[in-house]
């Protein structure tokens, strides 16, 4: 029996333009924070990282009270949306401060500034922003191929999106003047971007009716839980932890890759080759997220899809390695776009997979999350690539680096070569071991069997 569909292509499209407003502040703030800190504000790299590690500390609360708030809420516009279209006004705010250090102020208040930002964007906006945003998943559409459309489109807007984030910025910034003034334009020009898109994005889709959402049974009194019931009912899901690990290590590997800038500028000399190896991660990514749907569907499901695209990824970043000893920028370029090309499907189809795993603690505790479900997707965003970023800075401090000399020692290249070849690699394998363990479809077909049953017993 064909499932009922629910969406028109333009709400698909709706949906997914909503991650370049979400790309816009994570590809640039993820990339480019640490150059503008360390090389036009001067501040120092370990500092700025530990400062990053700190603000995790409070973004892990955040998460799952902002998924518990959604999943609570009942408004004219849903559950969600409320939260992702009003939550973008203070992540735009924020973005621009981070990139709005006063010069004027002395080295601790600067440091006090950029911390204050970071974290209302991190733990406070950018939460609230992107946990509804992809809770949206669970709550515009019950039918599984759509899910695993919208994450598709959402992911070739986003890597589209960060790809022309990756590729434009230091030559904007230069244009603009290459000062501190000129990061602070751009970061005004890309929040008003993301700002307009994601409230248009809000609002071309609409949440279903409760009572659709549980298979057509009447709406229930509202249950009160408190975040530590919340909790316990994520971590009783032990696809819900997979799955956060995941994001985690993703997010880890997107900020050695976005380190990549101080490696193409310092140990491959020329700074425009970030430009180009953002190229040939994000293209290939989009190719896949164009097929993931329709290899989903050949695959009749997304663990098998998803396993054998990071073998794939895992035999590309070793390559990579292998290229860059040799020193061929040709071979690195070929085998980056060969490991991108393994991670598309998993990037498609992961918000599907989340909604499978909100299903599964609604098949094993009788309790629908959705919102605290998907605080994975904030939680492991904001965590791995803020951790990510902190290990950079750390990384940076300790083999001697100074982003105002001009020339760097040794020790300093060394580690920017550990940080862009081996670090990555090293990620992708940890991902590979996750999924080979994720199989939450074939737990919820198993888990349907034996209600099925047991309701003819």
Same mark, same amino acid.
């Given at each position: 029996m064909e499932e009922k569909k629910y969406l028109k292509w333009y709400n698909k499209v709706g949906y997914g333009s909503g991650d370049i407003a979400g790309n816009v502040v994570y590809a640039f703030l993820t990339s480019f924070v640490m150059v503008y800190l360390t090389d036009t504000v001067g501040l120092a790299s370990g500092i700025v990282g530990t400062l990053?590690?700190?603000s995790k500390l409070f973004d892990g609360f955040t998460d799952v009270f902002f998924?518990?708030?959604?999943?609570?809420?009942?408004?004219?516009?849903?559950?969600a949306r409320p939260w992702m279209i009003y939550g973008y006004i203070g992540c735009a705010i924020t973005l621009v401060a981070c990139f709005a250090v006063p010069a004027g102020m002395g080295k601790a208040a600067q440091y006090t500034w950029f911390f204050i930002a970071y974290t209302l964007l991190n733990g406070v906006f950018y939460t609230a922003n992107n946990i509804a945003y992809s809770a949206l998943t669970s709550l515009i559409t019950k039918n599984s191929k759509e899910r695993v459309?919208?994450?598709?489109?959402?992911?070739?807007? /986003?890597?589209?999106?960060?790809? +022309?984030?990756?590729?434009?910025? @230091?030559?904007?910034?230069?244009?603009?003047? =290459?000062?501190? $003034?000129?990061?602070?334009?751009?970061?005004i020009?890309?929040?008003?971007?993301?700002?307009?898109?994601?409230?248009?994005?809000?609002?071309?889709?609409?949440?279903?009716?409760?009572?659709?959402?549980?298979?057509?049974?009447?709406?229930?009194?509202?249950?009160k839980y408190s975040l530590v019931q919340a909790?316990?009912?994520?971590?009783?899901?032990?696809?819900?932890?997979?799955?956060?690990?995941?994001?985690?290590?993703?997010?880890?590997?997107? /900020?050695?890759?976005?380190?990549? +800038?101080?490696?193409?500028?310092? @140990?491959?000399?020329?700074?425009?080759?970030? =430009?180009?190896? $953002?190229?040939a991660v994000n293209i290939p990514l989009i190719i896949a997220l164009i097929f993931t749907p329709t290899l989903v569907g050949k695959w009749?499901?997304?663990?098998?899809?998803?396993?054998?695209?990071?073998?794939?990824?895992?035999?590309?970043?070793?390559?990579?390695?292998?290229?860059?000893?040799?020193?061929?920028i040709p071979l690195m370029l070929a085998f980056t776009a060969l490991a991108a090309l393994g991670q598309g499907p998993w990037q498609g189809d992961m918000n599907a997979v989340i909604a499978s795993c909100s299903e599964y603690t609604y098949l094993t505790q009788g309790k629908r999350v959705d919102g605290t479900m998907y605080s994975c997707t904030s939680l492991g965003v904001k965590i791995g690539g803020g951790i990510g970023t902190a290990v950079v800075g750390w990384l940076l401090e300790l083999s001697g680096y100074k982003?105002?000399?001009?020339?760097?020692?040794?020790s300093a290249l060394d580690m920017m070569q550990f940080m862009y070849l081996w670090?990555?690699?090293?990620?992708?394998?940890?991902?590979?071991?996750?999924l080979s363990r994720m199989n939450v479809e074939a737990a919820n077909e198993k888990l349907k069997a034996e209600r099925g049953m047991c309701a003819g017993e």
């Open positions: 990053i590690a700190v998924g518990s708030l959604i999943d609570k809420t009942h408004s004219r516009l849903g559950k459309q919208m994450g598709s489109y959402r992911f070739i807007f /986003a890597f589209s999106t960060s790809l +022309l984030i990756q590729t434009i910025t @230091v030559g904007f910034v230069d244009w603009c003047g =290459g000062d501190a $003034a000129a990061w602070r334009l751009v970061a020009i890309y929040a008003i971007v993301g700002l307009v898109v994601n409230t248009i994005s809000g609002l071309s889709v609409k949440e279903l009716p409760e009572e659709e959402l549980n298979d057509g049974e009447p709406k229930k009194t509202e249950e909790f316990k009912l994520l971590i009783k899901n032990k696809y819900y932890i997979m799955i956060c690990g995941t994001y985690i290590l993703q997010q880890l590997y997107s /900020a050695m890759i976005g380190a990549g +800038l101080f490696y193409m500028t310092w @140990v491959l000399k020329n700074k425009n080759l970030f =430009g180009q190896f $953002a190229w009749k499901g997304m663990y098998k899809l998803n396993l054998r695209g990071y073998i794939i990824a895992v035999i590309g970043r070793a390559l990579v390695v292998v290229a860059g000893y040799i020193g061929s982003g105002t000399m001009a020339v760097q020692p040794q670090l990555p690699l090293i990620f992708d394998i940890l991902i590979l071991l996750i």
